[in-house]
């Protein structure tokens, strides 16, 4: 119980609902931060997202995290307290947040955080798109939030969340609304990593869908053949390595040299540059029984020529269609008129995989996936735009080019947007 005595009366105020630590000393948190919100909803991310450079930060509720884009160094100390230990301050009203009573937890009193270049990232998905034109949620009205995936440190958090992690700590999370210098996700789905480094990001969307799918629908054994189309890019990656891993044979398509050299530093068998040979003629007089496994992300022709590669028994899972994204229904034309006969012909199948329905395998997921890229077990390939026409990706404004250079098929694994954030010196 906390007592605030008026001139003209006594009150007595309740601090039972003060539910939030706020690391407004250690951090400064601000009141306003910038963020992109989807203002009109199509397909084209340029015409629907704007940039918005004045939303109030978010407070997290009593189970969640506030996540931002910055890592904290290793802290200096003062001549004051300097066991570490975290320390709780009288409630009172936060800098950022005037008005509001909180209880405040930070990093030590007298610690000093030295100035530093310090970074978060997040990642960006073909499905980005889908997300800006309305299509995974009719019901969603505009403005909302745009963005599905970071990595960053938390900054303050709910009294609940406090039993699990604390202020200063590197956590990854898929939540909505991670294009923004805030975000605030729930305790129970955020993924405690070693640090703030983009390779964890990359497992978020990318390396789960790989993982879950191919180990639910996949039915991967020794010796079996697998094609990865789009192999090169951000989940292709992980199919790759992940197939491997089970001792299958396997192909992926790409569109580069690069790409092709790529996949095989990671161990793909065969590597199909489609600007160089034709993919469907190298799959019929090398594979001439087929294939037994296909992670299809691509959709068009190339989900045709993948059915048509298909050996008896064969299973086909498709994660996605990027060929058809841009366009106003979403979708690419496949010959779905023979689909039924040439599936029926080869007592084949044709499975899709969406990730939000199978939330009860992630952690397991993603346990196992940051022990292995932790240990080095698993290749976390980055592309941070330093090859694209005007350089990284560095900064919210910078989502948009990374969007397109996404859909130009440049890039070598998962495309990561930088948000660097520089700390002055606090006492």
Not at 300 to 315: N, Q, W
Not at 320 to 336: D, E, N, W
Request: aromatic share 8%; glycine share 10%.
């Amino acid at each position: 119980m906390f007592r605030l005595v008026a001139p003209a009366a006594r009150t007595i105020v309740d601090m039972s609902y003060a539910r939030h630590f706020l690391d407004f000393q250690g951090s400064a948190i601000p009141s306003a931060m910038q963020k992109l919100v989807v203002t009109r909803l199509s397909p084209n991310f340029r015409e629907a997202v704007t940039l918005r450079r004045d939303c109030p930060v978010p407070l997290p509720g009593d189970g969640d995290l506030l996540v931002r884009n910055r890592l904290l160094s290793s802290p200096s100390r003062s001549r004051n307290k300097t066991d570490g230990t975290q320390t709780r301050l009288p409630a009172r009203p936060t800098r950022a947040h005037p008005g509001l009573l909180r209880s405040i937890i930070f990093g030590g009193a007298g610690t000093a955080w030295t100035q530093t270049a310090t970074f978060r990232f997040v990642g960006v998905n073909a499905s980005d798109i889908n997300h800006s034109a309305g299509r995974y949620d009719p019901s969603f009205k505009t403005p909302f939030d745009v963005g599905f995936e970071g990595v960053g440190e938390v900054v303050a958090l709910g009294l609940s969340a406090s039993a699990r992690y604390s202020v200063g700590q590197a956590v990854a999370y898929m939540a909505p609304g991670s294009f923004a210098e805030y975000t605030v996700v729930p305790a129970s789905i955020a993924i405690p990593v070693p640090s703030v480094t983009p390779e964890y990001l990359t497992l978020l969307v990318s390396g789960a869908t790989a993982h879950i799918s191919l180990t639910e629908l996949g039915g991967l054994k020794e010796g079996m053949k697998v094609l990865v189309t789009a192999a090169a890019g951000g989940t292709g990656q992980f199919a790759v390595q992940l197939a491997k891993k089970a001792k299958c044979h396997v192909i992926g398509t790409c569109s580069s040299g690069k790409k092709s050299a790529f996949l095989k530093s990671i161990g793909c068998d065969r590597p199909i540059n489609y600007n160089l040979e034709d993919a469907g003629a190298v799959l019929k007089r090398e594979y001439p029984r087929g294939v037994d496994v296909v992670y299809e992300s691509v959709g068009g022709p190339m989900f045709d020529l993948a059915v048509k590669a298909l050996a008896t028994k064969g299973r086909l899972i498709v994660i996605g269609f990027i060929s058809g994204y841009q366009t106003p229904t979403g979708l690419s034309p496949v010959k779905a008129g023979r689909l039924p006969a040439m599936l029926l012909r080869k007592s084949a199948s044709v499975q899709g995989f969406f990730l939000n329905h199978y939330l009860s395998a992630y952690r397991a997921s993603m346990d196992h996936l940051v022990k292995m890229c932790t240990q080095g077990d698993l290749v976390c390939q980055v592309d941070p735009g330093h090859l694209s026409a005007e350089g990284r990706f560095t900064g919210l404004e910078s989502v948009f080019r990374a969007v397109d250079y996404l859909y130009m098929g440049k890039n070598i694994g998962k495309i990561v947007v930088e948000l660097p954030h520089s700390v002055n010196s606090k006492l």
